[in-house]
């Protein structure tokens, strides 16, 4: 392998935007962004109300996954608390998710905990939740049966119970006996590591407010009578639609924006130190740091996204550095990616909110350009809109 292939391969690991956020803690690529960080205070606040319920919720690639991981490193270091930290995703399709998915996966995260138990009793309750989880077959005999005879005979049924993960479309509730069992495990999980925390992330991908908040009120109260304290990723759309103001009154709530590049300088260091935290000036001419940062539009997952294209396009194109021209045309490449799928009223939309910096009526499409990272929100230094800076010359440039 030639010196400049093996360079090009450990530059763009550095910035792998798949890989596990916790990869990029351990290590040390991890840097504090400015201002109140979300995963201290929850943990804060979990040290202080280990029972408690929290919502942290922020635009897809804000850096929430991040937060979260942080704060469950945190409330580990306090000595009668346990956290553990759920990617919904593993368990189920987020986007056909319903309410009682939770519960399960909470009680099946307490299962695998104690599932090295030798008591019995544990042991009937890890049984039970797994059939629940995931179904089960069996038979059984019906009674009273008569063959043509008249003489009595029992008959075997065949029985083929689905299970919760088996259908997570369909809207099962919580079974009281789940609860019952789970609860159950608590207990002794308590005993074992401490008071118990999960911190469950990934359904800020799901775009229906009404099975999330579905979701909170099921779930949540479910797990909270297990005697389970709960920090949940939220889905943005929830602060916008009929139900925000439960989100705001029902449970702890957080928000991870997106960062002011443009009128917050501390922001804009923080994005500086991320390069140079994984790279260096000598690889990426400051000219291109300059470039990737902008067209970020402040969203920690497009950096890291356009700095990893813009060094796949330089080791293309033959050279040893990342320069502008790089970064550029990895931009004009996610700005069209961005802007696949996207209906001509939304293409309107995103023209109308060129040179318009407060929000646009809370409609349906105007909503999808906001999770789709579209349409930009700041909240600080001050609240106002933009379009993504990566699709803002393409949309420039849209006819009808």
């Known amino acids: 392998m030639s010196n400049r292939l093996k360079l090009f391969r450990e530059r763009i690991a550095a910035f792998e935007v798949t890989a596990d956020p916790s990869r990029a803690i351990d290590s040390n690529y991890y840097v504090d962004p400015p201002g109140k960080l979300p995963g201290e205070q929850i943990s804060g606040r979990i040290a202080l109300r280990p029972l408690s319920s929290h919502i942290l919720i922020g635009g897809i690639g804000s850096g929430k996954t991040t937060q979260l991981l942080l704060a469950c490193q945190k409330i580990n270091q306090i000595q009668d608390i346990h956290a553990v930290y759920v990617d919904v995703s593993l368990y189920a399709d987020i986007s056909q998710i319903s309410s009682g998915v939770l519960t399960v996966i909470a009680a099946l995260e307490l299962s695998e905990m104690l599932k090295e138990s030798e008591d019995q009793s544990l042991q ?65 999980a308590a005993n074992q590591y401490g008071q118990i925390v999960l911190l469950f992330d990934g359904l800020d991908r799901l775009d229906d407010v009404k099975t999330f908040m579905q979701i909170m009120a099921v779930d949540g109260k479910a797990i909270s009578s297990m005697q389970i304290g709960l920090v949940l990723v939220g889905s943005l759309i929830s602060l916008y639609g009929d139900y925000s103001d439960t989100v705001h009154q029902e449970i702890d709530y957080y928000y991870q924006p997106f960062f002011d590049l443009e009128h917050d300088t501390q922001a804009y260091s923080f994005f500086k130190k991320i390069i140079q935290t994984r790279s260096s000036t000598d690889f990426i001419e400051y000219p291109a740091i300059q470039t990737l940062i902008y067209f970020s539009g402040g969203v920690l997952r497009d950096f890291i996204t356009l700095t990893q294209s813009a060094i796949e396009e330089t080791y293309l194109s033959g050279e040893d550095k990342v320069q502008k021209k790089h970064v550029l045309s990895a931009v004009d490449s996610f700005g069209r990616s961005q802007l696949l799928g996207l209906s001509n009223d939304e293409l309107k939309i995103l023209q109308l909110s060129l040179d318009i910096e407060k929000p646009i009526p809370r409609n349906n499409e105007n909503l999808r350009l906001r999770i789709r990272r579209l349409i930009l929100e700041y909240r600080s230094p001050k609240n106002r809109y933009t379009v993504h800076p990566a699709v803002k010359h393409l949309v420039e440039r849209i006819s009808f």
């Open 124 to 188: 009937q309750s890890i049984t039970l939740i797994r059939k629940l989880a995931f179904g089960y077959e069996g038979s059984y005999y019906q009674q009273n049966m008569f063959d043509m005879s008249g003489i009595p005979h029992r008959k075997p049924s065949q029985i083929n119970q689905e299970g919760v993960l088996s259908d997570i479309s369909d809207p099962y509730g919580v079974k009281s006996d789940l609860v019952k069992a789970a609860s159950n495990l608590v207990k002794e």
